[in-house]
C-alpha cells in the first residue's frame, strides 16, 4: 500500500505533464499589412490565452489575457486550445458622405482564432483581429452553440498590459458628472479608473490610444488600472445583474489600439471609423454640414433662462432676430434650446414633463421654421430629455416627423443628469435607473439615430454614449459632447484651462466630431478666468476641433461689434476633402491643415496651452506651383489669456507650397489661416445654405 500511493502520484503527475503541451500550443501569429505590427496569441500550461502586440519587433502592449466571466455560468478563460481559423486581407477605399476626410483607405490582415475548451461545457468563442500599419482592433465573436445561447456576461477579462513605462493622459469613469471632467496627465502606473480613449506616450516616444469601436447593444468599456502597467476592461453596469445580455450569435464591439511614432500619428489614423460596417443609410445628401448661431450661450451667462418668465430666451421675436443675423452672415441654422414645454418644473435629471412637439406658450413654432425657410436658413432643432429615455422613446417618432414636416433636418439631443440617473424600460417592461453608457442606453441612443433618419434627421447628441465610430454606419449621427465644452467657461466656478483643447485633440477627438462650441470674443463670464484663450485661437479651434455642424456661440452683439475676426467665423467651412497633423504634442500644442471640400482653399488652425510657443510649419499640404493669398489672423505682440486675450492681428501674405510659416502663439493662444488660391482653381465657396425642405 505504501508503494502505491506515490506510483498513482506519478501517474497522475505523467498524465498532467503530458497534457501541457497542448494546453501551451504553437503562438500564433499575424502581422499588418506593411509588417509594421505583429500580433501574437497563445496559451499557458493551464490553457489561459493571451494575446501580445509589437511594433517594428518591439513590445508595446505585453501579453494579456482574454476571457470573460459569465454570472450564471463558469467562467471562460482555463484549459482553452486556440487554433487558426483563416486569415484574410482586404485593401479598398471608401467615400465619407461628409468628414475630415473625403476618402479613406481600409487596408487591413485579419486573423480568426478559436478559443475552444476541452473540457467541461467545450464551449468556443472566436477572437478577430484586424491588423493596420497604425492600429489593432479585435473583437470576441460568440458562435451559435446550445452550450452558450442566452450570453450573460459579468465581465471582461481582457487585458491591456502596457510593455513600456511612460505617462498617460486620462479622464476618470464611473463618477457623477459622466464623461465631463479635465485630463489628468500621470505615469502610467498612477491611473486609477479610466474613460478611454486614454492616451498614452512610452518613454520612447511612441503613442498608444486605447479605444473601443462599434459598441452596439452592449455595454461601453472603462479601463482598471490592477498592477504596475497592466489595465483590465470595466464594463458598464446595466440593468439587471449581468452587464451584458445578448443571445448568441453576436459579436462585440471592437478592442482598439491606435499606434504611432507622434501624437498627430494617433489623430490621422481611421482605425475607428474602418472597424464599423459601411452606411447603412444610403443617401443621405438630405444632411448639409453647416455652421449656426444660436439662443444658448446667454443662458450658461445667466443673462436668459431656459424656462418661460421675463427672461425666456426662446421668444418667437428673439429667435426671429437670430434668423436674420443667420441669413445676413452666411449661416444654415439657428439653434433655440428653450421652446418646447417642460422646461418650468425640475426637469435636471427627471424629463417628467418635456414634450417635444408642443411648443412653449411665447415661441410659435410654425411661424419660426416658415420665416426661417423664406430666409434660406434652418431652425437647429433641441430635445432636451433629462436623461429621461423612457419618456423621449415614446414621443421620438411623433417628434422627428414633425421636424421633417417643418423642415428642421439637425437636432441636438441632451441626457442631463447624474451619472446612473438615466431612465429606461428594461427587457422587463418596467421602468429603471442606469448609466449613460450601459447596455440599455446603447440601445437607446441608436434606436434615436434610427428613428431620426426615418425621417431625414441628423443627430448631435449631448451628454452622450462615447463615439465609436458609428457615424459611418449611420452618417446622420453627426456630432456629440462627450467631455468638457465651452460652457464651462461661462459658469462661475474655474473653467476649462489653457491646455484643455490640446489635451482634447489627442483623448476625446479620437473618438470622433465634437460640438466644443466655439467662436467667443466676450471673453468676461461668470467664471474668475472667463474664457482661457485668445480671440486668436477660438478662430484656430474652429479648424482644430473638427464637428460637421459647428456654432458661432457667442452672443451676436459681440459678432456685430467685431466684424473683421468674424469674418474668418463667417467663412471657414465645416466639411473637409483632406486632413493634415502638421505638429502636436499631447496637452501643449497642435496645428492642423484642412482642405475646403467645395473649393481649393485650405485653412491652418494652431493652438497652444498656458505656455506662449513659436511653432515652424512647412506649407507643403498646398498644391505645387501655385500662389495663395494666406489670410492670416494670429495674437497681436501683447496678446495673453488673462492680459489681453482680444490683442489680434489681422494680415494678409503670398505664400506657396515651398514656404515654411513661424507662427508665434500668446499664453493660451492660437492662429488661424486661409489659404485661398490666387491663379485660379476651382470655385471658392459661397455662403452655407441648407437644402431646401423636403415636400
Not at 489593432?136 to 451559435?144: A, H, K, L, M
Not at 418661460?308 to 452666411?330: M, N, S, V
Request: with cysteine.
Amino acid at each position: 500500500m505504501t508503494f502505491l500511493i506515490p506510483l498513482c502520484r506519478l501517474l497522475f503527475i505523467g498524465l498532467l505533464l503530458a497534457a501541457t503541451p497542448a494546453l501551451a500550443a504553437t503562438p500564433i501569429h499575424a502581422s499588418s499589412p506593411g509588417d509594421v505590427l505583429t500580433v501574437e496569441v497563445s496559451t499557458d500550461g493551464d490553457g489561459r490565452a493571451s494575446y501580445a502586440i509589437s511594433r517594428l519587433g518591439k513590445p508595446v502592449i505585453a501579453p494579456s489575457k482574454l476571457g470573460f466571466l459569465f454570472v450564471d455560468a463558469p467562467k471562460f478563460d482555463r484549459s482553452l486550445v486556440a487554433s487558426d481559423l483563416g486569415r484574410r486581407s482586404v485593401d479598398e477605399t471608401w467615400e465619407q458622405p461628409w468628414g475630415e476626410w473625403r476618402h479613406i483607405r481600409n487596408s487591413f490582415n485579419e486573423l480568426r482564432v478559436g478559443l475552444t475548451e476541452i473540457g467541461g461545457l467545450k464551449r468556443r468563442i472566436d477572437v478577430v483581429f484586424r491588423l493596420y500599419d497604425d492600429g489593432v482592433g479585435f473583437r470576441y465573436e460568440f458562435p451559435d452553440q446550445p452550450q452558450l445561447k442566452t450570453v450573460k456576461i459579468g465581465e471582461e477579462l481582457t487585458e491591456f498590459v502596457m510593455a513600456q513605462p511612460g505617462e498617460a493622459w486620462w479622464n476618470t469613469a464611473f463618477e457623477w458628472d459622466r464623461e465631463e471632467y479635465l485630463y489628468n496627465r500621470t505615469r502610467i502606473e498612477e491611473v486609477g479608473l479610466a474613460q478611454t480613449p486614454m492616451t498614452v506616450r512610452f518613454a520612447d516616444g511612441l503613442h498608444v490610444a486605447i479605444h473601443e469601436a462599434a459598441l452596439v447593444d452592449y455595454s461601453g468599456m472603462n479601463l482598471a488600472r490592477v498592477e504596475g502597467r497592466r489595465f483590465k476592461a470595466a464594463l458598464t453596469p446595466s440593468v439587471g445583474d449581468a452587464k451584458v445580455t445578448r443571445t448568441a450569435p453576436f459579436p462585440t464591439p471592437w478592442r482598439t489600439l491606435q499606434i504611432a511614432d507622434s501624437a498627430g500619428g494617433l489623430y490621422m489614423s481611421n482605425l475607428i471609423l474602418n472597424l464599423n460596417e459601411p452606411n447603412k443609410l444610403g443617401d443621405v445628401s438630405w444632411f448639409k454640414p453647416t455652421k449656426f448661431v444660436g439662443i444658448w450661450w446667454d443662458m450658461h451667462l445667466d443673462k436668459k433662462t431656459w424656462s418661460t418668465g421675463p427672461r425666456h430666451g426662446a421668444t418667437t421675436a428673439e429667435t426671429l432676430r437670430y434668423i436674420d443675423f443667420a441669413a445676413a452672415h452666411g449661416f444654415g441654422g439657428v439653434l433655440v434650446e428653450g421652446w418646447n414645454k417642460g422646461w418650468d418644473g425640475e426637469w435636471f435629471g427627471h424629463g417628467d414633463e418635456f414634450s417635444f412637439t408642443e411648443p412653449a406658450a411665447d415661441f410659435d413654432l410654425k411661424k419660426v421654421t416658415a420665416y426661417a425657410r423664406s430666409k434660406g436658413v434652418q431652425l437647429i432643432g433641441h430635445h432636451e430629455t433629462g436623461a429621461n429615455a423612457a419618456r423621449y422613446e415614446s414621443q421620438m417618432d411623433a417628434a422627428f416627423a414633425l421636424d421633417e414636416q417643418l423642415g428642421i433636418s439637425t437636432v441636438k439631443t441632451g441626457y442631463v443628469s447624474d451619472a446612473a440617473q438615466a431612465q429606461v424600460i428594461g427587457l422587463d417592461g418596467k421602468p429603471h435607473l442606469t448609466w449613460h453608457e450601459s447596455q440599455d442606453m446603447a440601445r437607446h441612443y441608436l434606436k434615436v439615430v434610427e428613428a431620426a433618419a426615418r425621417h431625414h434627421v441628423a443627430i448631435d447628441t449631448h451628454e452622450p454614449i462615447k463615439d465609436t465610430g458609428l457615424r459611418r454606419t449611420y452618417p446622420n449621427w453627426v456630432s456629440g459632447e462627450g467631455a468638457r465644452g465651452q460652457e464651462y467657461n461661462a459658469w462661475g466656478n474655474p473653467g476649462n484651462p489653457p491646455e484643455h483643447e490640446t489635451n482634447l485633440v489627442f483623448t476625446r477627438m479620437l473618438r470622433g466630431p465634437m460640438d466644443f462650441t466655439p467662436g467667443v470674443f466676450g471673453m468676461k463670464t461668470r467664471s474668475p478666468d472667463g474664457v482661457p484663450t485668445t480671440w486668436a485661437k477660438q478662430l484656430a479651434l474652429y479648424v482644430v476641433l473638427y464637428s460637421p455642424v459647428q456654432m458661432a456661440a457667442d452672443r451676436i452683439e459681440n459678432y456685430e461689434a467685431n466684424p473683421k475676426p468674424f469674418k474668418f467665423i463667417e467663412e471657414v467651412p465645416t466639411d473637409w476633402s483632406d486632413t493634415r497633423v502638421l505638429n502636436g504634442e499631447v496637452g501643449d500644442f497642435v496645428t492642423i491643415a484642412r482642405k475646403d471640400r467645395k473649393s481649393d482653399d485650405w485653412y491652418l488652425g494652431s493652438i497652444s496651452d498656458e505656455f506662449g510657443r513659436a511653432l515652424t510649419v512647412q506649407l507643403g499640404f498646398l498644391d505645387p506651383g501655385r500662389r495663395y493669398r494666406a489670410e492670416i489672423y494670429r495674437d497681436g505682440p501683447g496678446a495673453d489669456w488673462k492680459k489681453a486675450p482680444s490683442d489680434i492681428v489681422i494680415e494678409q501674405r503670398q505664400v506657396t507650397a515651398a514656404d515654411t510659416l513661424t507662427l508665434r502663439l500668446a499664453p493660451g493662444g492660437g492662429q488661424a489661416i486661409r489659404f485661398t488660391p490666387i491663379d485660379g482653381g476651382r470655385r471658392l465657396r459661397g455662403p452655407e445654405r441648407p437644402a431646401k425642405p423636403r415636400p
